[in-house]
Structure formats: C-alpha cells, structure tokens
C-alpha cells in the first residue's frame, strides 16, 4: 500500500512523560512529549545513548509503569483498552528479547496462544507460513524444531521481530532490532519491516546505525526534547530545536536515506 494522498494517523501520544526516582531524587527523564505515527510509515527514532527512547517506546507500548501518557489509537483513547489489549495493537520489541517455548516454531506462536488473542482475527502461522518467513529474513539454516535458546543473539532477535510482525499489531515499535547484525542481515530486518510498512503498519524504530533509507522521517531524542531531524544532514544545516516540542508533522519527503541524524545527535 503506497501514501496516496494524507497520511493516517494510526498511534498519537501527547504528553508522554516519564520520572524516576534515585534514592531521595526524582528525575525526569522526558516530559511533554509529543508525535504521532501514520499508517505506511516508517520513523526512526535516533539520539544519544541514555536519552529515552527505550523509555519512550515502553511508554507507547504501556509497558513502564514510571511513564504516562495521552494517547489515541486510529482515534480511540487508550483508556478504551486494557494494557493488554493496547498491547497487541502497539507492540514493542525490545532490545534484548526473551523467545519462550521448547522450538523455534514454538517461540513464535506462543503470543497466539495468549488468552487476549482467543478472539483475534489473526490466523496462527502453519508450518509453510514460518518457514517462508524464516528465509525471508536470512533464516534459512534455522530449522523449526531447534531450540531458540541454541541461536545466536542477531538470529534470536530477527526471529523475535517475525514474531511480533506475524501477530499483525497496527503499530511496531522496534528497539534496535538490527543491533546485534551484520550489514547484510540489517538490510534483511529493514525489508521486512519496510514490507510491513508498505502493507499499513505504522512501524517506529530505535536506531545507532546509519540510515538505510527506509525512514519516511527521523525524530531526534535529545536532553528530553523530541525535534523532527528528517533531512537534516541532507540540507546541510541543523533544523533548530521546535519550540513546541510537538514533532506532529506531517511531512512525507523521504530524504533519510541520506541523513545522517546518529552524527549530529
Ligand atoms: N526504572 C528506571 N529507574 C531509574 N532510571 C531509569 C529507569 N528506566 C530508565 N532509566 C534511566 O532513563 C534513562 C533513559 O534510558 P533508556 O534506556 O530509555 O535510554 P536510551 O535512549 O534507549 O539508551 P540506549 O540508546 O543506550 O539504549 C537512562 O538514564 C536510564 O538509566
């Protein structure tokens, strides 16, 4: 599915905040957060180590119980939804994934087996689906009966990302999936999240790598502000930091494949 015309808002999160505490200290780790993510979009979310974005992501995900957040789901308010719920639409694959289960095929039908999916429209992958999907992603010398506790880290996250892609969620936020991979099977990553993309998911991703070219916009996490970066290198020039914090744009240009956001942050 390709952008015609507007975008979709899928996911809009105004608000986002999040403090901890240190011993007597309470601290902010972001506040008065906002962006919103479209349908067929990929953003990535770049900025310094320890800024917040695995925050941000569990925040949207509903996942930290130190953040909070005003929040609309295709137009529906959180408050709708339990955090379960959210959960399966707003999925959040983290950065070091636990897969559950005896066998790689196994790992990847356990969320089906969840009670908060009984009712779900989406149909648990058949042996066929999990193979193709295993080759797609550079898996192939991965059998379906191995222990996903005998993979590798970079294979063990590619199979967590399938996982959460083959639930068909309408919002993926994906946290440094493509660390722990070579160039190779990074691109492989992208693709298929830029296919999920492509057939209407809202994806965000959390990366330290260079552009790829698959971001429609960049959002830079930075001493708790949130500014949108998209092409910025491209230009040349830093954008200023928006004054409203609001990173609600919508502008659709596809310049990332040639920003360097990481550098700059
Ligand atoms: N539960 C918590 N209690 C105290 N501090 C926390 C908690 N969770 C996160 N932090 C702090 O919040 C900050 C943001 O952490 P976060 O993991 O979100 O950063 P990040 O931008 O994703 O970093 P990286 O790029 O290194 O993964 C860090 O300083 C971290 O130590």
């Given amino acids: 599915m390709g952008q015609v015309g507007e975008p979709r808002p899928v ?3 105004t608000d986002a905040r999040c403090h901890v505490r240190h011993g ?25 180590s320890g800024s917040g974005k695995s925050t941000l992501m569990e925040c949207m995900a509903q996942l930290n119980a130190d953040a909070d ?5 295709d137009g529906r308010s959180a408050d709708g939804f339990t955090p379960e719920q959210w959960r399966t639409q707003v999925a959040y694959v983290p950065q070091r994934p636990v897969l559950m289960g005896g066998t790689v095929a196994e790992a990847i039908r356990y969320p089906f087996t969840l ?3 009984r009712d779900s429209s989406v149909r648990v992958p058949d042996d066929d689906t999990l193979r193709r999907a295993l080759d797609d992603i550079g898996l192939d010398d991965v059998e379906l009966d191995r222990s996903p506790q005998d993979l590798s880290v970079g294979q063990q996250a590619r199979v967590c990302l399938l996982r959460t892609l083959l639930t068909g969620p309408k919002v993926l936020l994906a946290d440094e999936v493509d660390a722990g991979l070579d160039p190779d099977n990074a691109m492989r990553a992208a693709h298929l999240l830029k ?13 330290h790598r260079e552009p790829d070219g698959m971001a429609m916009r960049t ?18 020039v830093a954008k200023t930091t928006a004054a409203s914090n609001d990173t609600d744009t919508t502008d659709t240009t596809d310049t990332t494949d040639t920003t360097d956001t990481e550098a700059q942050a």
């Fill in 69 to 73: 957040a005003t929040m609309t789901l």
């Fill in 24 to 48: 007597d200290v309470q601290k902010d780790i972001f506040a008065g957060l906002s962006l919103t993510l479209y349908a067929g979009q990929i953003v990535d979310l770049v900025g310094p």
């Fill in 219 to 236: 959002l830079e996490l930075a001493d708790g502000v949130l500014t949108d970066v998209t092409g910025r290198a491209a230009v040349g």
């Fill in 195 to 207: 296919r999920a993309a492509d057939e209407g998911m809202a994806v965000c991703r959390v990366r």
């Fill in 115 to 117: 009670r908060v999916r």
């Fill in 11 to 13: 996911l809009e999160v």
